[in-house]
């Protein structure tokens, strides 16, 4: 297992502030042992967790242009009709992946095509069509930190399974496909970026 690039400062100040930490109380309270024998493993447990968070396993893709694959790790909590003003801008078939602090928060391509929309705003939403031109979109939308890293521009072409982006504490992913779509998952279930597949394309 490796850890994603977007972990490495956040692990560095964390390695820095537990040196510090423990710095000052072994020169300020010498003597407390059990004190610092506690804080010692809190500051274990603090790395162990950062380090957890930011890890980046390989996955093994099998691609299929027939299926859409999920953007993330997490679980299914909507599968519903709704309108999809950025990119489809109709009615399309949106289902929701709540991401939780436990699960991998790699951002995958759910299709492979050509980036024909990114807009950051409140949220990241990215527009892509397949190579049947059907259009595809699926949204980034941040937890507690206001945060996501998004690496599609418009005009990249993208594999299905590609890592486009990160994801922070609460976030959510969003898939939008076009009506008639067949959806394979329902509310509640535990999806796997990359693995599980969310829809397929009857057309």
């Not at 489809?88 to 991401?99: E, H, L, N």
């Not at 496909?177 to 796997?192: A, F, N, Q, R, Y």
Request: glycine share 6%; hydrophobic share 45%; aromatic share 10%.
């Amino acid at each position: 297992m490796t850890i994603h690039k977007e972990g490495y400062t956040s692990i560095a100040l964390c390695i820095l502030f537990i040196f510090v930490s423990n710095a000052l109380i072994q020169f300020y309270l010498p003597q407390a042992n059990t004190f610092k024998w506690i804080v010692y493993i809190l500051s274990f447990l603090l790395f162990v967790a950062v380090v957890y968070f930011f890890r980046n396993p390989s996955v093994d893709i099998m691609p299929d242009e027939k299926a859409v694959l999920s953007p993330a790790d997490g679980r299914v909590i909507a599968v519903e009709e709704v309108n999809e003003p950025e990119f489809i801008k109709g009615q399309s078939i949106k289902i929701s992946i709540a991401i939780s602090p436990l699960n991998i928060h790699v951002n995958r391509n759910p299709v492979k095509g050509t980036v024909k929309y990114v807009n950051s705003d409140s949220h990241t939403t990215i527009g892509v069509e397949n190579s049947a031109g059907v259009p595809i979109a699926y949204r980034q939308v941040p937890g507690f930190t206001k945060h996501v890293i998004n690496y599609a521009k418009v005009g990249d072409t993208v594999e299905q399974g590609q890592k486009f982006g990160f994801t922070m504490i609460g976030s959510k992913l969003e898939v939008f496909l076009p009506i008639g779509t067949k959806t394979d998952v329902d509310i509640d279930d535990v999806v796997k970026g990359g693995q599980t597949i969310l829809a397929h394309f009857t057309a």
